[in-house]
């Protein structure tokens, strides 16, 4: 009996027991979970925080390429990974002043045709490899040679580029390869220093090299990239701020600051850049606190929102943008070709009523080629009328009394307002008979036939690359390939001629009287372009961005590196 | 519940309180373990509980919200696309910023043409969208009125069932800016500049059945043209419809869910009215809702006014914040449910298991309590606790050797106890527990009125009897002896003392004849083969004593007949007691005696009989003692001897002899060899011979100085021994005399063996010689045969001038005796020694 007492006793003992165990089992296994899960959770966080956190979140247009000998576009990459031999800064009177930047000094020649540049010491591509003076070289080479090159005319001016460009003092292929025989007017000294001789001199040259398309390659990977170079990520390499670290086509770029820049590492981690294209989720993005920069040009009217009230005041940014909304008009087309034609389109639009009712009135209307803002810039120059009777006149008097079909050709990436600007242009000319056909093009196709000269009239921006009228002038008007390029088919060589020519006028005032002189004559006698207007550029920032501003253009790209975001926010 | 289980000391309070101790600890551990771990988990549930309720109620708020908004966005969009940014600017409404001017009338009059039916288009279109908008009550558009001071925009609301209908339109004009109720919805978005959910506020142009104006949330879009505020387009929906939805979410028990707008003002809270700032909630709103961050989904909580409360928000892309709150009391209940549960079962389950353990215990501890008792019992003197338990375990196996160790010790106690008792030999008790029962019977016998006596019996010659009949026959003499006296006196007063002796008590009547009756048994014990026996008797009337004490007079009135080969009996009397006390002063002050010089050393010359002059002096000791005067030495000699301290008198002797000698010799007096008794126990006590050696020669004395005077009866009790010794002092160069030859039972053998150098005759042999013929034969032939041996002869008790002739005449070489002088101090004997002057015959008068 007492045994049998015992051995229950035992058993209950040892089920007890079992049940405490696994009940502190239990215990033990719940705690591993929930630590589990929290580790987790801050694993993700860490890695989230690791990665983008305190990056700066822009949205920008996806570039077909970041190679900017090949392009005139999405500068920003450029800004950001590249650097060159000099830089424009803001300088007194709104005048942009040149700044060493790769080049650390330089001396100019009496005659104006004798660059001798001092590369900075010790500046190294993100690669590792150090900044010599072959790279300039190779860059400057390349450039002149690079089939798809659309940046040529920066080193058109040195002495043998034109044999360069022609294959005629060497056997540079397609991809461009480095011969210092080829380059006639340029000299290494040794790897930091370098001469460039010019053809004749130049006086917006240095200007010129401060441009994207000037932008100064590493020779190694450019060349080892062939042409895959600004189309990935691995083969953009420069000396700049940010090193583009991955970009994900339709999705966006991730750039990592350059700790081990020659101007010092940018004062944020990098930047978080998105392809985005609808206005509405741009604006969405800025609303909830998920993008640093908004750039007001990219959502349309809703602009408005951020322009009015209190709300944004502190970090809503404004500033004039150095550049010209123009109509190119293409003389080679019919009845364009008709000076009469040309001025009358010129007279039928009301550009005040144009700027007010798009852009609410911010902005100035530009009357010339060099938009308010420019260096050279003419605040006497003659105001194109708005005159429908006259304009009308001379319709008639060019036998297109009841006017006539115009195609009107517009990119699909063109902003609202654009579009609204396009269709109020439309209706301005029907008022004098005018009929405009507006097609709307692919943007690739749209550039393919403006390069083939076959664009009848579009309407689009030219911002300051650099701030000499040069950049505006000889775009457009130095050369046949250049007004080919943009559709114009200028025709008057004796203009282009002066154009050329004044790029090697010494003497400052004289230069700008010069190109104020053919301001006025291809715009008010020869009507070639019309001229509409130059925007105030707005934008707002989220308010953990610091630094921010905006740069003499009236673009805020350039200063990227002096931007961070404060993390307490 | 037995007692013993409140003993804490207990090794069954031991294991319950370890068990206890344990499973507590345990308990406590895992118990905190879980506590913790799930009141982490508890929370972390309730944050995504209560993040999930939030997210859920804001996403069907935010999809009410957008579709609202985008009606009136699309409103919105298509009041700034249809209107003529040209048609503006011409008429002046517009772009006046590039060339301010005053309107005309003919632009006025265009301008409010074209806006009538601008305004008419696009009521058409807003109505149709604000007909498929749930809830919505009102639409408006209120054109600015720096664009038109006559169009006003258009204002339609829903007046029941029947659809919207036209209001007059509001003047903007005419509102008042301070009149932030009723004008909000105009002033906001324009103050923002940006699209706007305003409220909750209130309009006059919205009341319910009672006419009291209804809370009401617009969302409301400026519409700009050309850069220039055209008016405000707006839609209006009542609060009551906003939060249908929200008044259905209940967060655990009373939780809830409530909306503020962007400013922190109470679009729906259970608790506060609608436009009402919450004051609770004020403080902690500023701080955390209306921070930068859009949502809280960390574990928020909050004191609201003495209740804590758990939280969690989110912001609407309205600006609106959604906040669900629950007691955190709430949230923890079913965890401090099941905590509460687990108290409860864990304190059930120790109860329990202390009931258990208790009992399990207390089963396998039982025989275990059964041993502890039974030694306990043991200690106390009691062997016969029960021990049944007989299992194979351990304890069984201590309970067998408990049982058998208590049996082993109870039987060797009982063997102890009667060894300790009695006498192995006889079974009579032994003299220490005698004394015990002879105090009870003297007691009892007193009691009765009757006087004890103690009786000491001693068979005589026991030792010689055991010698003729061996061992064995002597012990059943004794038993039977022993079984006599037992059958006389009682197992209880009698004893055997030791040896050969017994004690018995007794009542003092009749006692004689009793003793006689033993006496005559014992005589025919072993079968006649019997010993003699002395009783002796003490009567307690002669002093009431103790039984030991009682015991040992007996002894001594036995003793006293001392030396008698017969039976009989012998009271002990008072001469006895002074015996008695007489030793023992002469014992007790011995030392004190010597001390003092109590005792001196007196000096009795030994003439030589040819020329009657000092040739020995032997050496005396006189006691005069200040209490008791003059001791006679044969007073305390025997005392002395029999208590063997004689030894320290007789080396008191030397000492002042060996001093003597020494002060004749400093003094350059001649003097003679002095004699020295020594007594038999001062063989005993030390190396006597050594002892004297050392002595003289420590202090320079001639050893043939020292003459050593040994009585025949000593040689007689151990004649090997003492003859060596003889010999040693002779080796030595002592000489050593023969004393009192002829006194006692010696035989002429030791003279054979042993070479003395004189023999001294006792004074009998001359006392004798005075009556008869007989005894001077013999002393003449003694000398003789001394002579023979080349011994010389000294004779003692010389009293008369004729027992000196007579001596010289048998040529006995050495006299000595009161006719010469009595033993007196050394001083009184100088000057003869030192001039060998004769010794003057003293005579006896």
């Known amino acids: 009996m007492l045994s049998t007492k015992i051995r229950t006793g035992r058993i209950l003992c040892l089920l007890l027991i079992s049940a405490l165990v696994s009940v502190s089992f239990a215990a033990c296994s719940g705690q591993g979970n929930s630590a589990g899960g929290k580790g987790g959770e801050t694993a993700n966080a860490g890695s989230a925080s690791a990665s983008t956190d305190d990056y700066i979140v822009s949205v920008w247009d996806e570039p077909s390429t970041v190679d900017f000998q090949c392009t005139t576009l999405y500068y920003n990459t450029a800004y950001c990974v590249f650097d060159r031999l000099v830089r424009m800064e803001s300088g007194h009177n709104d005048l942009a002043v040149i700044r060493p930047s790769l080049a650390d000094s330089w001396e100019i020649s009496d005659d104006g045709r004798e660059y001798t540049f001092h590369l900075r010491e010790g500046v190294r591509f993100s690669n590792g490899s150090e900044l010599t003076s072959s790279d300039v070289l190779y860059t400057i080479t390349r450039l002149l040679t690079h089939p798809e090159s659309s940046n040529r005319d920066i080193a058109e001016c040195i002495l043998g580029a034109e044999e360069l460009e022609n294959g005629k003092s060497g056997t540079a292929s397609g991809s461009g390869t480095a011969n210092t025989g080829t380059l006639k007017g340029f000299k290494i000294i040794d790897d930091l220093d370098f001469t460039i001789t010019l053809d004749e001199p130049y006086e917006a040259f240095l200007a010129a090299l401060s441009m994207p398309g000037a932008s100064i390659l590493d020779e190694e990977t450019t060349e080892a990239a062939g042409d895959d170079f600004g189309k990935d990520a691995e083969s953009t390499i420069g000396t700049g701020p940010f090193i583009l670290k991955s970009w994900e086509k339709g999705k966006g770029m991730l750039f990592e600051a350059n700790p081990e820049c020659w101007a010092g590492a940018p004062a944020s981690a990098g930047l978080d850049v998105r392809f985005v294209q609808d206005s509405e989720e741009v604006r969405k993005l800025f609303d909830d606190g998920k993008l640093d920069i908004m750039d007001l040009s990219d959502i349309d009217s809703a602009s408005e929102y951020y322009i009015h009230g209190d709300i944004y005041k502190d970090r809503l940014y404004s500033a004039p943008q150095v550049g010209i909304n123009y109509i190119a008009l293409n003389e080679s087309k019919k009845p364009l070709d008709d000076v009469r034609v040309r001025k009358a389109l010129q007279l039928a639009l009301d550009r005040t009523m144009l700027l007010s009712s798009i852009y609410g009135g911010r902005g100035q209307v530009e009357n010339g080629i060099y938009p308010h803002g420019l260096y050279g810039f003419d605040p006497d120059l003659e105001a194109i009328p708005y005159d429908i009777k006259e304009a009308a006149s001379l319709l008639s008097q060019a036998g297109y009394a009841d006017g006539f079909e115009l195609d009107f050709s517009v990119r699909t990436s063109s902003t609202r307002s654009e579009m609204d600007m396009v269709r109020m242009i439309a209706d301005m000319w029907s008022e004098i008979g005018v009929k405009t056909n507006i097609h709307v093009l692919e943007d690739d196709e749209f550039m393919e036939l403006r390069k083939k000269g076959e664009l009848a009239c579009y309407q689009a921006t030219w911002i300051a690359d650099y701030n000499d009228p040069d950049n505006f002038v000889y775009t457009f008007f130095g050369n046949k390939a250049n007004t080919l390029d943009r559709s114009l088919c200028y025709t008057d060589e004796d203009v282009m001629k002066r154009v050329r020519r004044a790029r090697t006028i010494q003497d400052p005032e004289k230069r700008i009287e010069e190109y104020r002189e053919l301001e006025r004559i291809i715009v008010q006698e020869d009507c070639a372009w019309v001229p509409l207007l130059s925007r105030t550029r707005y934008y707002v920032v989220s308010e953990r961005l610091e630094g921010f501003h905006v740069a003499w253009t009236g673009r805020y790209f350039i200063n990227y590196r002096d931007m961070s975001v404060s993390s307490t926010k | ?845």
């Open chain 2, 1 to 845: 519940m037995d007692l013993r289980s409140l003993n804490f000391h207990s090794i069954r309070a031991k294991i319950i309180g370890i068990t206890i101790t344990a499973i507590l600890t345990t308990v406590v551990a895992i118990y905190f373990a879980c506590f913790s771990t799930v009141q982490v988990e508890n929370d972390r549930r309730a944050v995504e509980l209560m993040n999930l309720i939030t997210a859920d109620t804001a996403n069907t708020a935010e999809k009410y919200l957008e579709s609202i908004q985008r009606s009136v966005e699309a409103a919105a969009s298509m009041a700034g696309d249809s209107l003529s940014s040209v048609t503006l600017i011409d008429n002046a409404a517009a772009g006046d910023y590039l060339k301010p001017k005053e309107r005309t009338d003919e632009q006025n009059a265009a301008l409010d043409a074209y806006l009538e039916k601008y305004c008419s288009r696009l009521q058409e279109s807003f109505g149709s969208f604000a007909d498929r908008t749930y809830g919505a009550v009102s639409y408006f558009y209120c054109i600015n009125p720096e664009i038109s001071d006559s169009v006003h925009g258009f204002y339609y609301a829903k007046s029941g069932k029947a659809g919207y209908t036209e209001r007059a339109p509001i003047d903007a004009s005419l509102l008042d800016a301070g009149d932030i109720e009723h004008s909000t919805w105009y002033f906001t978005p324009i103050e923002r500049g940006r699209p706007s959910w305003i409220g909750p506020y209130r309009s006059s142009m919205q009341t319910d059945q009672q006419g009291e104006e209804i809370w009401l949330c617009s969302y409301v879009v400026p519409v700009y043209k050309a850069g220039m505020l055209i008016g405000v387009i707006g839609l209006d929906i009542p609060v009551d419809t906003l939060i249908s939805q929200l008044r259905d979410v209940h967060v655990y028990e009373s939780g809830y869910a409530c909306l503020l707008n962007e400013e922190g003002l109470v679009i729906y809270h259970p608790e506060y009215e609608t436009g009402s700032v919450a004051e609770k909630y004020e403080t902690f709103i500023r701080e955390k809702l209306l921070q930068n961050k859009s949502s809280g989904d960390d574990l928020i909580r909050y004191d609201d006014g003495g209740t804590e409360r758990q939280l969690s928000y989110t912001t609407l892309s309205s600006g609106m914040k959604l906040v669900v709150t629950a007691p955190v009391a709430e949230i923890s209940a079913s965890w401090r449910q099941l905590f509460s549960f687990i108290v409860i079962i864990t304190v059930l389950v120790l109860m329990l298991f202390a009931v258990l353990t208790f009992v399990i215990v207390s089963r396998i501890m039982q025989p275990l309590a059964d041993v502890t008792e039974a030694s306990q019992r043991l200690a106390a003197g009691d062997y016969e606790a029960e021990l049944s338990y007989d299992k194979k375990d351990e304890l069984g196996v201590l309970t067998r050797n408990f049982s058998r160790m208590r049996d082993k010790q109870k039987e060797a106690i009982e063997d102890l106890n009667r060894r300790a008792y009695t006498d192995a030999l006889t079974g009579l008790p032994n003299m220490r527990h005698f004394f015990t029962l002879a105090e009870n019977e003297k007691k009892r016998l007193n009691a009765e009125g009757r006087k004890a006596v103690m009786l000491y019996m001693d068979l005589i010659g026991m030792k010689d009897y055991n010698t003729q009949f061996g061992f064995d026959e002597g012990d059943r003499l004794l038993i039977e002896i022993a079984n006599m006296i037992e059958a006389h006196f009682g197992y209880s007063c009698v004893c055997r003392y030791g040896d050969d002796h017994f004690a018995a008590v007794t009542s003092a009547d009749g006692v004689a004849g009793r003793i006689e009756n033993l006496l005559d048994a014992c005589s025919r014990a072993n079968n006649g083969n019997s010993l003699p026996m002395a009783v002796g008797i003490y009567p307690d009337n002669i002093e009431d004593v103790n039984v030991s004490i009682a015991c040992d007079r007996a002894k001594y009135a036995a003793d006293a007949n001392r030396g008698a080969y017969m039976s009989g009996f012998y009271r002990f009397d008072a001469s006895m007691l002074d015996e008695i006390e007489n030793t023992r002063f002469i014992i007790g002050r011995l030392d004190r005696a010597l001390e003092e010089g109590w005792i001196k050393v007196y000096y009795q010359p030994i003439v030589s009989s040819e020329s009657g002059r000092i040739c020995d002096v032997e050496a005396l000791s006189r006691w005069v003692d200040p209490e008791k005067g003059f001791l006679s030495p044969a007073e305390f000699i025997p005392v002395l001897e029999n208590s063997r301290l004689i030894y320290k008198l007789d080396l008191y002797v030397l000492d002042r002899i060996i001093e003597n000698i020494k002060r004749q010799e400093a003094a350059g007096h001649r003097t003679v060899p002095h004699s020295v008794n020594l007594s038999r126990s001062d063989f005993d006590s030390c190396d006597i011979v050594e002892e004297i050696r050392r002595r003289v020669d420590d202090a320079g004395v001639s050893r043939d100085m020292l003459t050593i005077e040994i009585t025949e009866s000593i040689v007689g009790s151990d004649f090997e021994f003492m003859k060596e010794q003889v010999e040693r002092f002779r080796r030595l160069g002592f000489k050593v005399w023969m004393d009192d030859f002829g006194s006692g039972y010696s035989s002429l053998d030791v003279l054979q063996d042993i070479r003395f150098d004189l023999l001294k005759f006792d004074m009998r042999f001359l006392r004798r010689a005075d009556e008869s013929d007989e005894s001077r034969v013999i002393l003449r032939e003694l000398t003789v045969m001394a002579g023979e041996l080349g011994m010389d002869t000294l004779c003692e008790g010389v009293e008369t001038a004729t027992q000196a002739a007579f001596l010289k005449e048998i040529g006995c070489g050495r006299q000595q005796g009161y006719l010469y002088s009595k033993p007196v101090p050394y001083e009184e004997l100088e000057a003869k020694i030192q001039f060998a002057g004769e010794m003057e015959e003293q005579r006896n008068e």
